[in-house]
């Protein structure tokens, strides 16, 4: 573990990496880079629009001065369209270049510029201002209150490190055999009873610990999909922003060679020759530029930061018994959370489905929008879960002897794991955008799953019964073979088809294509006990 401190940041450094997540990670513009891509479009498009405005106004100032001061404003439209991409902003070119020309003018041109262009610019302008500013302060809100629940997470993690690993020393302590002498003489009785009072209140810190740093990670992870809903929802924002901003434009263009045609006979020359780039404007083909601009950054990961329990790391100094103990009181935890999402979202896949079979007699408004979101929302909170299960079970699995194939879990593959700046273990789950969607919306995750709980089978408390048919015992006498093997371990059986074993005990055990053994007990008569119970020949 690298004991050495990180470097101090310069001003100009945290102005650039405004939020990095524990010295590995910047949230500003990983994951995100459709979001910022259209934010240069908009901000460019934007300061097109007030440029323009204010040349535009100033053609309607300067009309009776026209031919004195149209070589400027020529410029400096010129100037303004050369920023721009597509056959829009090349019309907008080509009327600069023709301004030049336009030596006369007209006090009606002025008035209708001035009504039909300038104007309704500027309140379009304005308008795409106030959008953009109340977009881009939702996403720094929700960013905020991500980046606040991350400080908590970090806090939590530290503190429950620093208890598990001071209860590991006491209760190391209170179990070697030198403690045992020691209290054994009356005289240091008391020495013993202070010790064992710090061994119980370490017991609940550490419990308290665990709960608490779960809870901000569960949190953190709910901050950051609002985050990342508010960044989704200014993306949409951004692109009709965009398609408005074009449509105007090319309305304006076509108005200024209307203008031209309608009260100026004298610069038919010049009409004519704005008549073609401003018939060439193509909307569709514009934002189709900026439309493939920002979608190669399509297949943007998605990232989520798993919590790392203490027990999970191995090579962190804990009894095994205490460790099981600690895992499976985070697994539950963890399934507590992963069956309450799971149950929301099948309340709200019957509303959408309802919503679906009478979308002809419904309208489409936010309740619809509200309902779809929080289903995706709920989708990407099952995914988190998940994965932390996925984590803990591994623990657990290699804790017991039988850990799991890398390759048997379809998490495997997309958690990384690192060491953040306080030398702890961090793992990340990365996941394209493509195969996050085809995990949140094509299958359920507990199917993906099934390969890693194979080997645990169905008898962690479930009253699913493969074996409640006796006409299945006659199909499966004739198919299978029957081993001697001796039991590694004990189970009880809560269902009458099912046998109830003891550690040591041999039994024939012809094996299934289920997850389930069928038992042949010394009197003849069959039960089923879980595949996960290991035999020994």
């Not at 009504?115 to 996403?139: A, F, G, S, Y």
């Not at 995750?445 to 074996?467: C, H, K, P, Q, Y």
């Amino acid at each position: 573990m690298s004991t050495d401190k990180p470097r101090s940041l310069s001003g100009s450094r945290k102005g650039k990496l405004r939020y990095t997540l524990r010295g590995g990670f910047d949230f500003d513009t990983m994951g995100h880079a459709r979001y910022h891509e259209l934010r240069k479009f908009v901000k460019k498009g934007n300061d097109f629009c007030k440029e323009l405005g204010n040349i535009m106004q100033e053609r309607v100032e300067l009309e009776l001065h026209y031919a004195k001061t149209m070589s400027k404003l020529s410029a400096k439209l010129m100037k303004a369209a050369q920023k721009g991409i597509g056959s829009i902003q090349k019309a907008w070119l080509v009327i600069g270049k023709e301004m030049e020309t336009d030596g006369q003018a007209h006090r009606c041109i002025a008035n209708s510029l001035e009504d039909d262009i300038v104007k309704p610019l500027k309140n379009l302008q304005e308008t795409h201002c106030r959008i953009k500013k109340t977009v881009e302060c939702n996403v720094s809100k929700t960013k905020k209150c991500m980046n606040k629940w991350r400080t908590d997470e970090r806090r939590s993690k530290k503190e429950s490190f620093t208890v598990a690993r001071e209860n590991e020393k006491v209760q190391d302590m209170t179990s070697d055999a030198s403690y045992s002498i020691l209290t054994s003489n009356a005289n240091l009785a008391k020495d013993a009873t202070k010790l064992e009072n710090k061994k119980r209140k370490l017991e609940e810190s550490v419990k308290k610990s665990y709960t608490e740093y779960y809870t901000y990670c569960v949190r953190t992870a709910r901050a950051k999909l609002e985050w990342e809903m508010s960044v989704n929802d200014a993306e949409k924002n951004f692109m009709a922003l965009e398609e408005e901003r074009l449509l105007r434009l090319k309305e304006y263009a076509h108005h200024v060679s209307q203008t031209y045609q309608q009260f100026v006979p004298k610069i038919s020359q010049l009409s004519s020759r704005l008549t073609e780039p401003t018939y060439e404007c193509n909307v569709s083909q514009d934002f189709t530029i900026i439309t493939d601009t920002v979608n190669r950054y399509d297949e943007d990961l998605s990232v989520q930061v798993l919590p790392d329990f203490y027990p999970e790391h191995t090579n962190l100094a804990m009894n095994k018994k205490r460790r099981i103990t600690a895992l499976t009181k985070i697994l539950q935890l963890v399934r507590q959370d992963l069956d309450r999402e799971r149950r929301s979202k099948k309340g709200l896949d019957t509303l959408a489905n309802a919503m679906h079979h009478h979308a002809s007699g419904l309208k489409h408004d936010d309740s619809h929008k509200n309902v779809y979101e929080k289903l995706h929302h709920t989708n990407l909170m099952i995914l988190y879960l998940e994965a932390v299960n996925y984590k803990v079970v591994t623990a657990l699995a290699t804790l017991e002897g039988h850990p799991p194939a890398a390759a048997s879990n379809a998490f495997s593959q997309h958690i990384e794991t690192t060491r953040d700046k306080n030398g702890y273990q961090m793992s990340v789950l990365k996941m394209p955008a493509s195969v996050c969607q085809k995990f949140t919306s094509t299958a359920p995750i507990d199917v993906l799953n099934e390969s890693m709980w194979s080997d645990r089978g169905s008898a962690d408390g479930t009253d699913i019964d493969d074996f409640s048919s006796d006409e299945d015992d006659d199909d499966d006498d004739e198919n299978i073979k029957s081993p001697r093997c001796k039991a590694l371990y004990q189970y009880s059986a809560k269902i009458e088809r099912r046998i109830k074993f003891r550690t040591g005990r041999r039994y024939t055990h012809p094996q299934q294509k289920v997850r389930w053994l069928v038992v042949r007990r010394p009197k003849g008569r069959h039960r089923s006990i879980p595949s996960y119970i290991r035999c020994r020949n």
